[in-house]
């Protein structure tokens, strides 16, 4: 089972990288998922340009980037997105990067850590109906991280209470994903 942890901030300075760091290590030390291969998925490193094709994925001739997004976004079974809020929504660069596919997304798990101004809660909120479009089950806990409080100096500063959330998440994540992904191959079995 592999679960591709999303950094979606791309911008110069962001705090998104250090919180998707830390994502990684306690995931990577999570108990009850020695069998998960986390693996963590920069928006930023992929460089995607704008979705200017909706067939970009499937077509050959489309660009590399995006083939490269795909290929990494196929191979999970699930996800933590790393998500930032801008302007009371999900950032346009996570946006367009979700948009550059379809049926990779289709049928897998997700939970969220959000983290803004009030903690992310309305991206937080808007990635929940949005991948709803592709019938992700998303966890119903997350994880808010509340700039001011949370990024003293501009630092994620951690505390116990943090990696106890960020930990109750990913345990959900886990079992939840077992379920849908032997689900999801026993129906891909059943009409192959
Ligand atoms: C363009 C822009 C719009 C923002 N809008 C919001 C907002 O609506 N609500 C909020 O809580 N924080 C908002 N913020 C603050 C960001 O959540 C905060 O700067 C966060 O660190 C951004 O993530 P990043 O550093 O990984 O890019 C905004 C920041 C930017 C750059």
């Known amino acids: 089972m592999k679960i591709g942890i999303v950094i ?7 705090l998104g990288e250090s919180i998707g760091a830390w994502v990684a290590e306690r995931a990577r030390a999570q108990a009850g998922a020695a069998d998960v291969e986390w693996t963590v998925l920069d ?3 992929f460089n995607l340009p704008i979705m200017a094709s909706e067939n970009w994925a499937q077509d050959e ?14 191979e999970c079974d699930g996800f933590v997105f790393v998500t930032p809020e801008y302007n009371r929504n999900i950032p346009g660069a996570f946006k367009n990067a979700f948009d550059l596919l379809s ?18 809660v309305r991206a937080n909120e808007a990635w929940r109906f ?3 479009s592709y019938n992700m089950h998303v ?9 001011r409080v949370d990024f003293p100096g501009g630092k994620l500063a951690l505390t116990d209470h943090h990696d106890t959330s960020l930990s109750k998440v ?4 886990v079992s939840l994903t ?5 689900e999801r191959e026993r129906a891909a079995a059943a009409s192959s």
């Not at 979606?8 to 962001?14: F, K, M, Q, Y």
């Not at 997304?105 to 009030?118: C, E, H, P, Q, S």
């Not at 990913?170 to 994540?173: I, M, T």
């Open 61 to 74: 001739n489309g660009p590399a980037e995006v083939h490269r997004w795909r290929d990494a976004v196929a």
């Open 130 to 132: 949005t991948v709803a």
């Open 43 to 45: 928006v930023k490193a």
């Open 8 to 14: 979606g901030s791309v911008r110069e300075g962001r």
């Open 139 to 147: 966890v119903g806990d997350s994880v808010n991280l509340i700039r």
């Open 103 to 120: 049926r990779q997304w289709r049928d897998k798990t997700l939970a969220i850590v959000a983290y803004g101004g009030l903690g992310g």
């Open 178 to 182: 077992r379920a849908v992904t032997t």
């Open 170 to 173: 990913l345990a959900r994540l």
